[in-house]
């Protein structure tokens, strides 16, 4: 049963600026408006990773309204090595940096803790030292490290900064690094409290979101939800997920977890993933999504499509007239929009594949313009369904549909 508009008020929030009111449910999938310094969000929403301050393919902001995209994330750590959070913050924050007017989550760097543990990564209470992977030097990063750079970047949102610890790491090692990352969030609260503050801060209304950690253990991550949901932050996020466990296994930690953290705040899964992976982790309760999917297959001329994915490189596209999905109103598929209200008409599958096997940037560019107005527009088309209360019969369809090509081949 969908939950009346006029009812959502029970379910609204305002803290530090930001507003978040459910506006239908169905079941555990939801569907929110929220309200941030930087502009407004309706969700479920994947956000587009320009890592560090783009989008790989030479996608450009202005590419980016095109395409609808809501927020754009982009990564603490990255940021930190390479130009710097420092010049950032002297060049007037990320968003003017790079020309951006709506929301930007920054990621903490925890997970690069995570993926660069062959550079001598050593983890402390303090934090963690470890060794860049542009230049060799040695970086030190904590809590407060985290909250400082983040400050310095001025995004909407704030990451906590945790461990993400091997999804299949035994209970031995999990169990002290959830414990740690929970004091690293008490860590973080203090921390973006202070930053928030200070007269020079480039955005005082920065929002923090904790991230629940645990492996597949339920019974660790459990607890874990149950004690981040009573520190008040503005958001909760399940990280430490599609690093090596199964869809099943990601699955179940889902159903046990996510009704342990407060519905009427944004409920974000970290780095996932296939559309198929977004539409089921919807009907378990998440609203917030990233991944590079989109844009790393589509450099590598991999498309998505309500049937499911393409291999553009393959020989039946050779001479291949159509668009990449046909009805499909993306800049590659549909053209670009005249004056007059008439599209300029698209690229056919046979060019773009033409443009890959060339090694063409334009080739690149298209497939993943394509991919993030798909993932975009799949987001949209959940957001219609779930207020308009037929959320279990169109899941079913779209879940057949996007098995198509791999029932064809």
Avoid at 23 to 51: D, L, W
Avoid at 356 to 375: D, I, Q, S, T
Wanted: aromatic fraction near 8%.
């Amino acid at each position: 049963m969908g939950l009346p508009h006029e009812c959502a008020a029970a379910f609204f929030r305002k803290r530090n600026n930001m507003k978040y009111e459910i506006i239908a449910t169905q079941g555990r999938a939801k569907s929110a408006h929220v309200e941030t310094v930087h502009g407004s969000i309706e969700t479920p929403v994947f956000m587009n990773v320009g890592t560090v301050g783009a989008i790989k393919g030479a996608v450009s902001t202005d590419d980016l309204h095109v395409i609808g995209t809501q927020v754009e994330l982009s990564n603490t750590y990255h940021l930190h090595v390479r130009t710097g959070d420092e010049l950032i913050k002297k060049m007037g924050g990320l968003h003017k940096f790079m020309k951006w007017d709506r929301p930007i989550l920054t990621d903490s760097g925890g997970f690069q803790v995570f993926s660069l543990a062959g550079t001598g990564r050593k983890i402390k209470e303090e934090g963690v030292t470890f060794h860049s992977h542009i230049d060799g030097r040695v970086i030190f990063m904590g809590p407060e490290e985290s909250m400082q750079i983040q400050s310095n970047l001025g995004s909407t949102i704030a990451m906590a900064f945790d461990e993400c610890p091997p999804a299949l790491a035994d209970r031995s090692y999990i169990l002290p690094s959830v414990e740690r990352t929970t004091r690293w969030l008490e860590r973080c609260k203090t921390e973006m409290a202070r930053l928030n503050s200070l007269p020079d801060t480039v955005n005082p209304h920065q929002l923090l979101f904790g991230i629940n950690q645990g492996g597949i253990l339920e019974d660790i991550r459990i607890q874990h939800a149950d004690t981040i949901s009573q520190m008040n932050l503005d958001g909760y996020a399940v990280g430490g997920l599609a690093v090596g466990e199964t869809h099943e296994q990601m699955y179940h930690i889902l159903d046990v977890v996510v009704p342990h953290l407060p519905k009427e705040k944004p409920t974000y899964l970290m780095g996932v993933g296939t559309p198929a992976n977004i539409i089921e982790s919807v009907d378990r309760g998440i609203d917030f999504f990233d991944c590079v999917y989109p844009t790393r297959n589509g450099r590598h001329g991999h498309v998505y499509t309500h049937k499911g994915k393409m291999n553009l490189f393959n020989l039946k596209y050779e001479m291949d007239d159509r668009p990449i999905e046909e009805g499909c109103q993306c800049p590659v598929c549909a053209g670009m929009m005249r004056p007059d209200g008439t599209r300029s008409g698209g690229y056919s599958r046979a060019y773009i594949r033409h443009l890959l096997k060339a090694k063409e940037m334009l080739g690149m560019r298209l497939c993943v313009l394509h991919n993030l107005y798909f993932y975009n527009h799949l987001t949209e088309e959940i957001r219609t369904v779930i207020r308009g209360g037929n959320w279990d019969d169109w899941k079913q369809e779209a879940l057949d549909k996007l098995q198509t090509y791999d029932r064809e081949e």
